[in-house]
């Protein structure tokens, strides 16, 4: 029993380091994340109004460039990726102003590792698709409902179809509040619950305002 017990003990204490050093780099890769993430949606929200502004002075762009450029579109599910180039814009817009805060957010998250693998892929996955938003090429909306009205509405451009599929691909979300809450340490999660309004703020602004810039700019085009 005595010997049995023995092993137990020796088998526990060699574990016990290991242990140590991940429950340390979780916490540690836990408290980085939150502050990135934190800086991140700050960040954005200060951004709401240059990339508001930015965003109408493309829709006069496009006013002055080629009003009513789809005339005559039909209003059926074939307009359909018409109209979502024109989202893809709008985001190339916003997420570009972000560009340098989605940088920063990128460099600090890419390098944490969890001990649940899950985790590190969620993180890493996030970033990327923050990357892939921020360096989306802006379309050439003229050129393209352009060239979808000379077919007589019935050929969408190549370009279209090839940066809709783009979009489409990006996937990512950030790391599920009961994932990290085990390695929440100090002031942690005082920091996720000021992200958390931060981040409803801009979902809030994304949702109406960002509607609205994407019904105007469609008016515009005379897509609907």
């Known amino acids: 029993m005595l010997k049995r ?13 290991a242990e140590a050093i991940a429950s340390s780099q979780d916490i540690s890769a ?6 990135a993430n934190y800086a991140l949606n700050r960040a954005g929200v200060s951004l709401i109004h240059p990339a508001e502004a930015k965003i109408q002075a493309y829709n006069r762009r496009i006013a002055a460039e ?10 059926t599910d074939a ?8 989202a893809v814009a709008l985001w190339s817009l916003s997420y570009g102003m972000a560009a ?12 944490l590792h969890w001990s649940n693998a899950r985790v590190t892929r969620i993180a890493r996955g996030y970033a990327t698709s923050l990357h892939e938003l921020s360096t989306l090429p802006l379309p050439d909306l003229c050129g393209d409902v352009r ?4 077919s007589r509405f019935q050929a969408i451009p190549a370009s279209t179809t090839q940066l809709d599929r783009r979009l489409e691909a ?13 390695y929440e340490r100090g002031g942690d999660a005082s920091v996720v619950a000021r992200t958390r309004s931060l981040e409803v703020k801009l979902a809030e602004e994304e949702f109406v305002v960002g509607q609205t810039d994407w019904d105007q700019v469609q008016e515009t085009l005379a897509l609907r």
């Open 66 to 75: 080629c009003p009513r450029a789809g005339a005559g579109a039909p209003q």
């Open 79 to 86: 307009a359909y990726p018409m109209s979502y180039e024109v």
């Open 5 to 17: 017990a023995t092993v137990i003990t020796v088998f526990a204490l060699a574990l016990a380091p």
């Open 100 to 111: 340098a805060p989605i940088r920063k957010f990128v460099s600090a998250v890419k390098p």
């Open 147 to 150: 060239a979808w009205a000379a």
């Open 30 to 35: 836990t408290h980085a994340y939150i502050q």
């Open 170 to 182: 990006i996937e990512g979300e950030t790391i599920p509040r009961k994932l990290l809450a085990p």
